[in-house]
Structure formats: structure tokens, C-alpha cells
């Protein structure tokens, strides 16, 4: 919906921004495009998501593929949940770290990211599981550890 404030979406919408290369990479204009599919550091991250949950490598070519990642293919419900929850995560520790290098100018590195990925990922599940109880191991079930 092009509402996240990325440097091509603020300035369309009439900001002056000075340095409109994405932060991450440094080799490219920063879009919600680039920085959730075609940025080296993304690329990475996507990567290690795609061992992990033992999925096939994908290849993102929009913001939106990376939406509707989880109705790919024929996986129960309970498998297509958790893997739009882990997208939906990995999505967000990305716009963190893209935030924490632009205005902190603190760098992560994709092994760092992705290990963030697994934490917030972690307690997502954990708090939004409706058994009640939810530990490590019952992720490590989906997941490929």
C-alpha cells in the first residue's frame, strides 16, 4: 500500500532526503522492494529463513510474494500459519536493522539478524499459541534446527 516510509515512498511524497541509497547494501535506492527481496543483506537473511523452515530457496521479486509465501504449495494450516508468522517476523527484524544502521549507525550482520529472527519468532508463537503452553521444542518441530 506503499505506506511504509521508505526513501523512494518519502520522497514521492515531497521530502528532501539526502542520501538515497539503501543503508544496508549501500548499492542501490532504498524501496520496500529492495530492502525485502533484492538486497544483498535480505538475500541473506531469506536464505537462512528458507533452510530453517524447510521450504525450497524462493525468490522474492515484491513485497507481496513475500506475503503470500505461506499459500504456496500444499502445507496444513497449522504450517501455513507459523510460516506467515516467521515471514511476517523476519520482515519486521529487517525494517529493525534497517532502522538501527540509519539512524543509529549501528551495522547487523545477517547471521544477527537471522538469530533475531528466531528469538522474535520464538515468542511470537509462544504468546499467540492457543494450547497454552508453547516451548522451544514445539517450534523446533516446524522448524529445521
Request: contains cysteine; neutral net charge; hydrophobic residues 45%.
Amino acid at each position: 500500500m506503499n505506506r511504509i516510509p521508505t526513501v523512494d515512498a518519502l520522497c514521492s511524497r515531497g521530502m528532501t532526503i539526502i542520501d538515497d541509497i539503501c543503508c544496508l547494501c549501500e548499492e542501490d535506492l532504498e524501496s520496500v522492494s529492495h530492502i525485502f527481496s533484492a538486497c544483498p543483506i535480505s538475500v541473506g537473511v531469506w536464505e537462512k529463513v528458507s533452510f530453517w523452515c524447510r521450504i525450497p530457496r524462493f525468490f522474492i521479486f515484491s513485497f507481496r510474494d513475500l506475503v503470500e509465501l505461506h499459500s504456496v504449495g500444499d502445507r496444513e494450516k497449522a504450517d501455513r500459519e507459523a510460516l506467515h508468522g516467521v515471514v511476517l517476523t523476519t520482515c519486521w527484524v529487517l525494517w529493525k536493522a534497517r532502522n538501527k544502521l540509519r539512524f543509529n549507525g549501528i551495522r547487523s550482520s545477517v547471521e544477527e539478524i537471522f538469530s533475531e529472527v528466531r528469538v522474535v519468532s520464538f515468542f511470537w508463537f509462544k504468546h499467540r499459541a492457543k494450547k497454552g503452553k508453547f516451548e522451544w521444542e514445539d517450534l523446533c518441530k516446524f522448524v529445521n534446527m
